[in-house]
Each structure stands twice: as structure tokens, then as C-alpha cells.
């Protein structure tokens, strides 16, 4: 493996959301849509991996492997559970969240909304209600006042991009819509709640980065298709990088390759390989997803995810050094990337594929919660802890 080297303040760590950890987070829109038998979601979340009453167990195991950061969500739909009503218990559980990550070495890094409502603000129209993004400002601000002292990093929105292509032009998650101007009024909403975000934790307590987490692939053209992709770039990605001026960093999150043609998306090329989900084996799009990103909007760069589905972990270790051969190059370049997080630190709900899909380093037993680290957490925790691609066995971070 080729050689590389990350800086002493090099980020490392594992992400996880709310919803697909905790279990029981009947008072989202997801719950609901989940037990919708139009849904086409394989399995209901239920307890997921128990990580609510777990999380300190996750706290733990992050620490063992060697990592120094982790990233995890905090629900909207248990903070306010309903308009206007806070829960001081639940505030009081990220709080300790975050602060046993202090005590365990490491840097946490919140994400404010990943994917879910309350089941009240869906009612009242969801990202489409004129007052979302005062909403969500207000939840920001009553999180930031009760954890904002100990965060590390913030991310306002959890891939926007994929909120409102999946829920209102593609028909997959909730709402569960296929209209193209409807899809139009939600990424503005996206970009708007963004900024009323950043404000609510910029106000204090605490000072700290904060960013957007946007969903990017390395797209091309095929004959044909340079009007398709000019439409996808500039409504996925661009519009997206325009609007993250001011910020701290911009988080990029990255799976595969998407190539378009006359029509459209195409399939991936012939005899390439595949991962469990289906998608193209690219983990060289995390060097392409970085390099662009930083070329566009000018910030620091945080991949705050990227990972595979795999039920053969060695393909796992490969995606993982292979996307981490780029990250290297990108420093050595002179681009500003601060950090690595892989997707995901459990095999956990993987949103309308239910359990069918293992992302994570750590396998979780559906009956019993046991965390079972495979080959891939201790091979990722090595290089965090070396500081170094390819360094032996056992080795000792730099001095």
C-alpha cells in the first residue's frame, strides 16, 4: 500500500444516526412511514441497535479501536416531542453523550437533523411549511444552549440534497412525493434552514466549526447525457456549495460514481464491480468528492462519511485505504481536509432496506445488541492510531 501521512490534528473517527442506532423513535415521521404498508420499507426500525440506552457501550468501543472523534445525531423528534415542548430529559442525554466523549478522548461531532421530523412538524407540512426553517432554528438554538460548551464540530443538516431528491422528486422517503416543483421549494427550504441553523449555534454557548453535510458523487457524462449532468451537478451539488459562504467547513459524503446519459441516469459500466447495495466499487470517488468540493466553495473539508455495504470485510479494508489513499494525496496537494468518518460504526437501519445492508465496522446482533468489531474497526483504528497508510501491525502513534 502506498505510503501517506495525516497530521497530528487529523480527525478520525466513525459516524451514526439517531434514528438508525437509538430504536424506539416512534414520535418521527420515519416511524410512521415505516409501519405504512405503501412504504416499500423491508423492515420497521424497532429497537435498532439499542444505542439509547447503549451509547456509552458505542462510546467505548469508538475509544478501544484507536479512534479519536465520533459522530452522531441528535433527534428532533425526542427533544420536541411536540411544537413548542422541550424534553429536559432528552436534552440531558446528549448532553452526557457529549460529555462522555470528552472523557473518552474524543472530539464529538453533533449533526442536528439527520433525515427525520417530528412526527408534529410533519403534520404541518414538513420541510414544504413556510415556517421550517424557523423551526428548526428555535430547536437549534434550545440543543446549542444545553450541549453547545462541548462540541466539537456541528452539521446543521445531514445531506439536504438527499432529503428532498428522495422525499419529493424520486418518491422514496417520506413524504413520499414524485414532483419536480415541489422537490424545487424543499431545496430552497434545505438552503434556508441551513443558514437559520448556523446562526442558532453561532449565537453560543461554546465556539466551535460548523458546517453542512452534503451528499456528492464523482458524476460524468456519457454521450449525450452532458444536459443531464449539468442539471444534476447544479441541483445536487452546486446550488448546495454555493450557499455554504461563511461557513467553517463543508462536510462531503460519498459512496460511488453516477454517470449520465440522454435520458438519464445510466447503470454502472459493464463488469464492474459491486457492492452489496448495488452501487459501482468506487472508493476513489472520496479523492474526486474532496478535490471538488474544496475547488467550489473554498472550505475545509471534512469527509464525514463514505463506506460500503459488505458482507466480505476485507472489501471493507480495501475501500477504506483505498479512500484514504486519496484523503492523503489531497493533503499532500495542499488541500484542507480535517477529517475522516467512516460510514457507519454499526450494522444498523439502513432506511427503507431495513437490516439487509452491513455498513458498519461493528456487527450488532439483532437479538441480543452485541457489538461484534470486525477486521475492518481494528484495521481503520491502526492507521488513526499511526497516523500513518501501511504502517505494521501494532504499531505506536508518532512521537
Known amino acids: 500500500m502506498a505510503t501517506g501521512t495525516f497530521p497530528d490534528n487529523f480527525l478520525f473517527g466513525a459516524a451514526t444516526a439517531a434514528h438508525q442506532i437509538e430504536g424506539s423513535n416512534t414520535n418521527s415521521d420515519w416511524w410512521a412511514f415505516e409501519h405504512t404498508a405503501s412504504s416499500g420499507c423491508r423492515d420497521p426500525s424497532g429497537d435498532a441497535c439499542d444505542s439509547w440506552h447503549r ?3 458505542d462510546l467505548a468501543l469508538v475509544q478501544s479501536l484507536g479512534l479519536n472523534s465520533y459522530r452522531f445525531s441528535v433527534e428532533w423528534a425526542r427533544v420536541e416531542p411536540a411544537s413548542g415542548e422541550f424534553s429536559l430529559v432528552a436534552l440531558d442525554h446528549y448532553r452526557r453523550i457529549v460529555q462522555r466523549c470528552h472523557d473518552r478522548g474524543l472530539v464529538p461531532v453533533v449533526t442536528l437533523h439527520h433525515f427525520t421530523l417530528p412526527a408534529w412538524m ?3 407540512g414538513g420541510f414544504e411549511s413556510p415556517e421550517i426553517a424557523a423551526r428548526l432554528g428555535a430547536y437549534t438554538e434550545r440543543v446549542a444552549g444545553a450541549i453547545g460548551d462541548g462540541i466539537g464540530l456541528a452539521c446543521t443538516i445531514n445531506e439536504p440534497n438527499v432529503v428532498a431528491l428522495m422525499g419529493y422528486l424520486l418518491g422514496v422517503f417520506p413524504p413520499a412525493v414524485r414532483d419536480r416543483k415541489r422537490f424545487e421549494v424543499v431545496s430552497d427550504a434545505m438552503r ?51 450557499a455554504v459562504g461563511g461557513d467553517d467547513f463543508i462536510g462531503v459524503q460519498c459512496y460511488t460514481r453516477l454517470r449520465f446519459g440522454p435520458d438519464g441516469p445510466v447503470g454502472i459500466p459493464e ?18 468528492t474532496v478535490r471538488r468540493a474544496a475547488a467550489v466553495c473554498g472550505l475545509p473539508v471534512v469527509v464525514t462519511e463514505t463506506g460500503i455495504s459488505a458482507d466480505d470485510d476485507a472489501e471493507r479494508i480495501e475501500f477504506i485505504d483505498t479512500a484514504l489513499r486519496g484523503v492523503a494525496a489531497c493533503i499532500a496537494d495542499g488541500i484542507d481536509v480535517r477529517g475522516f468518518y467512516y460510514w457507519t460504526l454499526l450494522d444498523n437501519f439502513e432506511w427503507v432496506l431495513g437490516y439487509s445492508q452491513p455498513f458498519g465496522i461493528v456487527a450488532c446482533d439483532r437479538a441480543t445488541f ?7 474497526a481494528t484495521h481503520l483504528g491502526r492507521i488513526a492510531r499511526s497516523r500513518e497508510l501501511g504502517s505494521p501491525v501494532g504499531a505506536e502513534p508518532r512521537q
Do not use: C, N
Open 55 to 57: 451509547w456509552d457501550e
Open 271 to 288: 463488469g464492474a464491480r459491486r457492492t452489496l447495495m448495488g452501487y459501482e466499487f468506487r472508493p476513489e470517488v472520496v479523492e474526486h
Open 370 to 376: 452485541e457489538r461484534m468489531p470486525k477486521p475492518s
Open 122 to 124: 410533519s403534520e404541518r
Open 192 to 242: 434556508s434552514s441551513h443558514r437559520a441553523m448556523v446562526e442558532a449555534l453561532r449565537a453560543g454557548p461554546g465556539h466551535y466549526p460548523v458546517g453542512l453535510t452534503l451528499s456528492m458523487a464523482e458524476m460524468e457524462a456519457i454521450e449525450g447525457g452532458e444536459a443531464q449532468y449539468a442539471q444534476a451537478l447544479e441541483h445536487l451539488e452546486d446550488a448546495y456549495l454555493r
